[in-house]
Structures are given as structure tokens and as C-alpha cells.
């Protein structure tokens, strides 16, 4: 059930990457952002954990649409090493910043969803880990179908193919990306959402939730979001696989050597972009 949750927090990413060709290494901490509102929405407000959606969600866009249009979209242009520094320096930022505010605590809420589990032949399965599974697989279909069926979503595309061609078609490409960065943002809001009910936040909890975003991205196949899914679900079992074979933190290593392998025999990916 790891799969969903690794495929909900690096759907985003991979949108992104395919419309404006840039990895976001501050991705994890916009999620650490959104599970803290939850949290605090959830431990002090007394909101029902999954109705914080209608917060977390907008919330986080607003954070990521601000965020963008201060930052990173002055100098969208410039070389890419550049994209990279800033991405890498608002991550610090982040970080800092929630470290000053909610001190190295590591927070966790413990809800009626956190207890729920479904016996399915031996086999015991968090309630709440099926949902994040579940809201993986409509975010993914929503979005594809949204950028399929839409016309905002095939001016997206048409940003994302040719920049240059879409502009001389009348399309407002620097209002695509912000729409794009904006609903890339939005999905971690609900991931956050989806994962209080079993999962902690902490100022650090991003550095290891992007490190598998960007994984999964890669695994994926760079701008595809049915490969995405797919390197998700991979990336979980692998964890899970290797906390059952392998003692402590070796079950990481596990997982991150099945990475490597996909790098060496397959490195465009489960689904090249091509496929999408």
C-alpha cells in the first residue's frame, strides 16, 4: 500500500516536469507544509482528517502559485543549473523556516481511520493506506483526462510540446505554467490529506518524500503520469519487500538498489514519454 502513497506525492512533479521541464527540489517540503496544515487542522481543530482536503488542497496551490511567481518564474529562462540552486535553496528554506516555527517535533495524529484495517486472507491492510491507493488512482485519471479532454488541458499540452508554437497560436504559455505549477502543488495538499491519518510531518520529513518523488518520477518515465503510477507502486514494493527481507536501514538500501538497477537496463523509465 506504500505504492499509493509514493505515487500521490510525485504525480505533481511529473506534471511539472512535462510541461515546463523543471524538477522542483523543494517538492517535498510543500508536502511537509500540507501535512502540517493537516495536522493542525486535524489535532486542533477537530476537523474529520479527510475534510481537510477542502483546505490542504487549496491551501498548498495558493503556497505553490506565490511561490512560482516570485521565485522561480523570473528566471525560468536562465540556464538550468540555475533552476536547480533556487529549487535547492527554497528547500532550505522550507525546512528552516518550519524548524523555527514547529521545533524538530515529529507529529502524528492517531484517528477512528488510523485503526482501520481490513483482514484479506491473513493479510492485514491499513483502511486509510487503501484510500491513499484509491486517491492516487483518480488523481492520475483526473489529470490525464483533464489534459486529454479539456481545452485548457490541451493548451497545456500544446505549452508543454512547442512553447514558441503555442504563443503563435494565442495561448498564454506563462499563465500555463502557473496553472501547471499550481495544480502540481494542489495534489500534495490532498496527498497530505490522504497520509495524517498514518503518517507523521517534521521540518524533514520532505528531504525523504521528494528524494522518492524524484525517484519515482525517474522510475516512471520523466512527464508520464500512468508511468508515474507505475514506478510508485514499484518503489513500494521494494519497500516493502525490503523491511520484510532486510534488518534496519538495509531495507532501504533494497529498495534504492532497485533503482539503480532500472537505471542501468531501463533508464528511460517503466513508460518512456513517448508511451504516454
Known amino acids: 500500500m506504500l505504492g499509493g502513497m509514493f505515487a ?14 523543471i524538477i522542483n527540489f ?3 517540503e510543500f508536502l511537509m507544509l500540507g501535512l502540517y496544515i493537516a495536522y493542525f487542522l486535524v489535532a ?27 521565485t522561480i518564474n523570473p528566471i525560468l529562462k536562465d540556464p538550468v543549473m540555475n533552476l536547480i540552486m533556487l529549487t535547492l535553496g527554497l528547500s532550505l528554506i522550507l525546512q528552516n523556516l518550519a524548524l523555527v516555527a514547529f ?3 515529529v507529529l502524528s495524529v492517531r484517528t477512528a481511520w488510523t485503526k482501520r484495517v481490513i483482514d484479506v486472507g491473513g493479510v492485514v491492510i491499513s ?3 487503501v484510500i491513499c ?10 489529470i490525464w483526462w483533464f489534459l486529454k479532454s479539456t481545452d485548457v488541458g490541451r493548451a497545456v499540452r500544446a505549452a508543454a510540446q512547442n512553447p514558441a508554437a503555442a504563443t503563435l497560436m494565442g495561448i498564454d504559455v506563462p499563465k500555463i505554467y502557473l496553472l501547471a505549477f499550481g495544480l502540481g502543488s494542489a495534489t500534495l495538499g490532498l496527498a497530505a490529506s490522504l497520509m495524517i491519518p498514518f503518517y507523521y510531518t ?9 528524494l522518492i518523488a524524484f525517484i519515482v518520477v525517474v522510475l516512471g518515465g520523466m512527464g508520464n503520469l500512468f508511468g508515474c503510477f507505475l514506478g510508485g507502486l514499484i518503489m513500494g514494493l521494494a519497500e516493502s519487500l525490503g523491511a520484510a527481507i532486510f534488518p534496519g536501514s538495509l531495507s532501504r538500501v533494497f ?18 514519454r513517448r508511451q504516454a
Open 8 to 21: 500521490l506525492i510525485s504525480i505533481g512533479l511529473t506534471l511539472i516536469w512535462g510541461v515546463m521541464k
Open 26 to 28: 523543494a517538492h517535498g
Open 44 to 70: 486542533n481543530v477537530g476537523f474529520p482528517p479527510y475534510l481537510t482536503i477542502f483546505i490542504t488542497v487549496p491551501a498548498v496551490a495558493l503556497i505553490g502559485i506565490f511561490i512560482f511567481k516570485v
Open 103 to 105: 521545533k524538530a517535533d
Open 127 to 129: 483502511v486509510s493506506q
Open 133 to 142: 491507493l484509491i486517491g492516487a488512482i483518480l488523481t492520475t485519471l483526473g
Open 202 to 210: 517534521s521540518p524533514t520529513v520532505g528531504l525523504f518524500l521528494g
Open 255 to 272: 529498495s534504492f538498489g532497485i533503482f539503480v538497477l532500472f537505471l542501468i537496463f531501463r533508464p528511460q523509465g517503466v513508460l518512456s
